[in-house]
C-alpha cells in the first residue's frame, strides 16, 4: 500500500495524465537522478508526457495557467525520479533546494508566480519536507522548446550511495 505521499503524487500526477511509474523518457548523455552523500539530485524535467512536451513557447505566449501546469508537471515528474529510484517518497528528509528556468521574453515579470505552482505542489505532496529554497530564472530558450525546466535537491533520510 503506498504511504500518503506517494499516493498523493499517484493522484495528481494521473490528474495531469503523467504515469508516475511509467519510466521516464531521458534525452542525452546525463543521468536523471544521481545519488551522492545522503543527496538526490535530480537533473532538469521538462513538462513531458510519455514522448511529448507539453507546453512549449514562451510563457507569455501559452499564459499563466499553462505555464504554471508545465511547473507541476515538472515537480511530478521530479518527484516520480525520486519515487522510482528510492522507492518511497517517505525516503524524502527535505528538499533543500529547487530551481526553475521559465522560457520567457524581456517583458516578461511573473516567473516567481510561475514557480509557486511548482512549490505548491512540492509541499502539497511532502508536507513540510517539501519547503525548500529555490532560484526562478528567466531563459531565452530551453530543450524541446518546452516552457519551464525544474531541477531540485533533496536530502535523505538514509544515504543510499
Known sequence: MPSDRDQCLLDRARAL?????APLLVGGNYQPLLLHAGIAHVSGQVPRIG?????????????LD???????????RALALLRQQLGSLDAVAQLLRVGVYVQAGPGFSQHSEVADAASELLVAVLGQAGRHARTTIGVAS??????????????LVAPLD
Open 142 to 155: 530551453l530543450p524541446k522548446n518546452a516552457t519551464v525546466e525544474l531541477e531540485l535537491q533533496a536530502a
Open 66 to 76: 499553462e505555464a504554471r501546469r508545465a511547473a507541476c508537471i515538472g515537480a511530478l
Open 51 to 63: 514522448q511529448q512536451v507539453v507546453v512549449t513557447g514562451p510563457a507569455e505566449a501559452v499564459g
Open 17 to 21: 495524465g503523467l504515469d508516475p511509474d
